[in-house]
Each structure stands twice: as structure tokens, then as C-alpha cells.
T-cell receptor, first 111, second 112 residues
């Protein structure tokens, strides 16, 4: 099992603010996915990053994969209440087809 | 497409009882995953199947847990006997060629 750390564990901000959440490990990953989970529902895929140093943008969300492929960050610009949810990173190991999930960052955006 | 279907959505049972959770993956997907989610440990992979064959069950907590996938459109996760510490939300997910995982709505299990 891969050891993952997501930080912060909880984050509460005002609408319009910017934020960054992190996913760190001492292991190297072949790829990494970010999911968002809303209360009472299953996680939904936001993005997959594969190449070290890769940056992907999805509207106000910017995802970065570390150069060494051991860490990743998610930056949200001008957060909105609809961004509220649990953000999970899921790195994929170098063997097998499964992704391992972190415990997530629970984000609350206050109107 | 209806997405991944799980039943029941909620289950309340007493300690010692058998619990069976059901999952219907998205048609055409060849991988199926069972996860358990708790506040303390987050989303844990229990077992996954590829083409109906169990590939990795190292996440199954103990012998009280078993999972089957008799065909490409159905899987079950059984807990017997159930214990209060099994209380959690259990998710089933399916994928095609291990790309994006599509999650079901989950089954919230409470063992009293």
C-alpha cells in the first residue's frame, strides 16, 4: 500500500478566495488522478496527470504533477460554493492497475 | 447509461448478521473495484476484478469478507458475521482498461 498524505485535511474559505491543496508521498507514481466527492455521492474524476512537471487546467482548477512524480497539487482560483466537496488524490503505482486514494481534503466554500 | 448501480443504498443490521452488498458495473467495463470509506481511514481499496477474475484482494480486512463476480454485469461483497467496526460506506467502481473509475452512489452500512 502506498503511503499518501493530503493536506490540509480540512479547509474553509470565503467565496472568491484562492486555495491550494497538496498530495505527497515518498513513492514514485506512474500517474495520478484527482477526484471530487460531494456528500452522499461517489467520487468523480477531475483529471489524470502522467508526466513529471505536467500542468493541466480545468476552468478555475489547475493541477500540477511534481517533477519527480511523487507529489501533486490542486489550485483553485476564485473559489465558489459549488467547489465544496472532498478532493481526493489517487496515485497509481508502478505495478498493478489499481489507484490508491488519500484521505482527502474537505473543502467548504462559504458564500 | 445508468452508471454503476449499487444496492441497497442503506443497510442497518445487528452484529453477527450476514450482509450482502450488490453492484452492477457499467456495461462494457472490464474492471470492477470495491472500496470502503470511513472518516478515519479514507477510501480503502478492498478488492478488484479484471474480466471477472479477482486480481488483488490484499485489502480485504479478514476472512469475514468475501467478494464474487459471477459474470461481467454483477458483483457481490459479503460480510459474515458483521461487526460494528464494519460500519462504513462501501463503494463499487468500474472502469475500462483501468482508466477513469466510475463510482456508484455507495451503500451506507451500519452495524449495531
Amino acid at each position: 500500500t502506498q503511503l499518501l498524505e493530503q493536506s490540509p485535511q480540512f479547509l474553509s474559505i470565503q467565496e472568491g478566495e484562492n486555495l491550494t491543496v497538496y498530495c505527497n508521498s515518498s513513492s514514485v507514481f506512474s500517474s495520478l488522478q484527482w477526484y471530487r466527492q460531494e456528500p452522499g455521492e461517489g467520487p468523480v474524476l477531475l483529471v489524470t496527470v502522467v508526466t513529471g512537471g505536467e500542468v493541466k487546467k480545468l476552468k478555475r482548477l489547475t493541477f500540477q504533477f511534481g517533477d519527480a512524480r511523487k507529489d501533486s497539487s490542486l489550485h483553485i482560483t476564485a473559489a465558489q460554493p459549488g467547489d465544496t466537496g472532498l478532493y481526493l488524490c489517487a496515485p497509481r503505482g508502478n505495478t498493478g492497475n489499481q489507484f490508491y486514494f488519500g484521505t482527502g481534503t474537505s473543502l467548504t466554500v462559504i458564500p | 447509461d445508468a452508471g454503476v448501480i449499487q444496492s441497497p443504498r442503506h443497510e442497518v443490521t445487528e452484529m453477527g448478521q450476514e450482509v450482502t452488498l450488490r453492484c452492477k458495473p457499467i456495461s462494457g467495463h472490464n474492471s470492477l473495484f470495491w472500496y470502503r470509506q470511513t472518516m478515519m481511514r479514507g477510501l480503502e481499496l478492498l478488492i478488484y476484478f479484471n474480466n471477472n477474475v479477482p486480481i488483488d484482494d490484499s485489502g480485504m480486512p479478514e476472512d469475514r469478507f468475501s467478494a464474487k463476480m459471477p459474470n461481467a454485469s454483477f458483483s457481490t461483497l459479503k460480510i459474515q458475521p458483521s461487526e460494528p467496526r464494519d460500519s462504513a460506506v462501501y463503494f463499487c467502481a468500474s472502469s475500462l482498461r483501468s482508466l477513469e473509475q466510475f463510482f456508484g452512489p455507495g451503500t451506507r452500512l451500519t452495524v449495531l
